[in-house]
């Protein structure tokens, strides 16, 4: 884990995205259940796929299943207060309670709303110079490519591995990294 991301870890404690019942799992380095099928990713996990997406303050970034509102909230805190983080979920609830839970650490470059029926990412408002997908795939998808800014680059699931699209020069070129285990992108 870097430097940066370790900061974040310890400015954005997982217990404040958690189901009260199960805050005092919060140092559990595995899934925890939220509800509606949806899980908290493993500490671990998350820990790699922010160090793969390189967030770098001042940057636009979207997260993909925002779910509890955790990883938009690392994401925040890794962009800082010059950038701008789109957190979008599918599940109603879950994205009403992660935005409750956003809320509360303040941080105002930082928002999650329902996502888009038959929409995947936020297109109207790409570019972005990083995307987060927290949700399991079988083949990348372009339709969130084609939402990466100029040399940007998307950590998502892929196949069963983390897998690093990164735009350069107008062509994409991927990474894989793994085996990992995550809910399918619905």
């Known amino acids: 884990m870097d430097d940066a991301v370790r900061a974040a870890f310890e400015a954005v404690p997982r217990a404040d995205f958690l189901p009260r019942t199960q805050r005092w799992r919060a140092g559990f380095d595995g899934p925890i ?13 998350v820990a790699t796929m922010l160090t793969l997406l ?7 970034v979207l ?11 690392l994401l925040g805190h890794l962009v800082g207060s010059t950038g701008t983080v789109l957190g979008v979920e599918l599940e109603p609830e879950l994205a009403i309670w992660g935005a409750r839970n956003l ?14 029926a038959g929409v995947l990412g936020a297109p109207i408002e790409a570019p972005w110079d990083r995307i987060l997908v927290s949700a399991g795939v079988s083949t990348l998808p372009w339709v969130l490519v084609d939402q990466l800014a100029p040399q940007g680059l998307m950590v998502i699931p892929v196949g069963g591995r983390l ?24």
């Open 33 to 45: 259940g939220i509800g509606h099928g949806q899980t908290n990713s493993q500490p671990r996990t």
């Open 54 to 60: 390189d967030v770098r303050p001042g940057q636009r």
């Open 63 to 73: 997260d993909v299943g925002s779910g509890s509102g955790w990883t938009t909230a």
């Open 103 to 116: 809320s509360r650490t303040g941080m105002s470059q930082a928002s999650i709303r329902v996502a888009e």
């Open 163 to 186: 897998t690093t699209a990164a735009l350069e020069a107008g062509t994409i070129r991927t990474t894989g990294h793994g085996p990992y285990l995550f809910v399918p992108l619905r």
